[in-house]
């Protein structure tokens, strides 16, 4: 069974410019979330879709958004780059039963993203 | 909003030597969630605690979550070089939402 993939895997872009990350979860599952990572913050919460509706958000502007498809598969954009926004950002799968999503999570390697 | 508190920020032991770390959330969790990424990876599923003072086991490594449901600590004992990497705790809060502990990384000296 294939894990979760995301796209690209490294990207340089400058002040200024968006980005568009894409998140494909593990077959079957239906839940995506995705996370920040930085060396001083840690995983930071971005926001979790479940049947193309987003059912939680963290605390982050609105320059980040997200969608997710029919088929599950999921696209974080985040609009007029900062430096701040260099991270690692991470999507994870799950197969929640119920409302309350107690599932473990399956991460995929990540997005590198510079900004300079 | 919840906020999970996790200590230390760093070990560096001796290969077989014991490692603790120390996982404190400022609400009751409803179950609390335990992840590894070793350098240059992803976090991967350990465990996940549900029970009030539950206590799991793995091999070398010891889950427990506190009988009020707001702490947990993983204990590795006698490490070695493979446990190499940084532990997460992962606890759930009143919206669901997966929140992530600081991190504690451990470092093992062959």
């Known amino acids: 069974k294939a894990g979760v993939t995301q796209t690209p895997r490294y990207l340089i872009k400058t002040r200024g410019q968006q980005v568009t990350l894409s998140c494909s979860p593990i077959?079957?599952?239906?839940?995506v979330s995705w996370y920040q990572q930085t060396p001083g913050q840690g995983l930071q919460f971005l926001f979790e879709?479940?049947?193309?509706?987003?059912?939680n958000k963290g605390n982050f502007p609105g320059r980040f958004s997200g969608r997710q498809f029919s088929n599950s598969r999921s696209e974080m954009n985040v609009s007029t780059l900062e430096l701040g926004d260099s991270a690692l950002y991470l999507c994870?799968?799950?197969?929640?039963?119920?409302?309350?999503?107690?599932?473990?999570?399956?991460f995929g390697e990540g997005s590198r993203l510079t900004v300079l | 909003g919840q906020q999970v508190m996790q200590i230390p920020q760093y070990q560096h032991v001796q290969e077989g030597e014991d490692f603790t770390t120390y996982c404190n959330s400022s609400t009751t969790l409803s179950n609390i969630q335990w992840y590894k990424q070793r350098p240059g990876g992803h976090p991967v599923f350990l465990i996940q605690?549900?029970?009030?003072?539950e206590v799991k086991k793995q091999k070398r490594l010891t889950f427990q979550f506190g009988e009020a449901k707001k702490n947990s600590s993983l204990h590795i004992t006698a490490t070695q070089t493979t446990d190499v990497g940084t532990y997460f705790c992962?606890?759930?809060?009143?919206?669901?939402?997966?929140?992530f502990g600081s991190g504690t990384r451990l470092l093992v000296r062959p």
């Open positions: 077959s079957g599952h239906r839940s």
């Open positions: 994870a799968s799950s197969q929640p039963g119920t409302v309350r999503n107690t599932g473990e999570l399956f």
């Open positions: 605690l549900v029970k009030s003072g």
């Open positions: 879709y479940f049947s193309e509706t987003q059912r």
């Open positions: 992962a606890g759930r809060d009143s919206s669901y939402k997966l929140i």
